[in-house]
């Protein structure tokens, strides 16, 4: 009976890793070391530095598609940045990565009260 239930098993295995390959994020590198961003363009606030050679995640693009939402593997780092930092396997098509809907205008306004409370952090500790 335990001989039946191993192939059966292995199957179930290769099917699930086969269909995580298939869901999985491309992963790309920065091939400089580049600004993340808080949203697709560059008058949204910077984030972090994305290190060059750091594997990222490619999850969403702009509807133009010079501009990516990338985070690694462990969501430790996350943001926007322009696709020309990038290094991407050469059969990766953008249009293959989703696009992400409208960007809504709300999170610039939380951006730039949290940009002031920042300054003013950064000003009163002075």
């Not at 363009?41 to 972090?48: A, E, F, K, N, P």
Request: glycine letters at 6%; charged letters at 20%.
């Amino acid at each position: 009976m335990a001989r039946k239930s191993i192939p059966i098993l292995l199957l179930v295995l290769l099917f699930t890793h086969i269909a995580a390959a298939q869901n999985a994020f491309p992963l790309m590198t920065a091939f400089q070391d580049a600004i993340l961003y808080a949203g697709p363009g560059d008058s949204h606030v910077q984030i972090r530095w994305l290190p060059a050679g750091v594997p990222v995640e490619a999850r969403e693009r702009n509807s133009i598609g010079n501009w990516l939402f990338v985070s690694t593997p462990d969501d430790g780092i996350r943001g926007w940045v322009p696709t020309g930092y990038l290094n991407a396997n050469p059969d990766l098509h953008l249009s293959e990565i989703p696009i992400i809907p409208k960007f809504p205008t709300a999170t610039r306004q939380i951006e730039r009260r949290h940009w002031r409370r920042c300054t003013l952090r950064r000003s009163s500790a002075r």
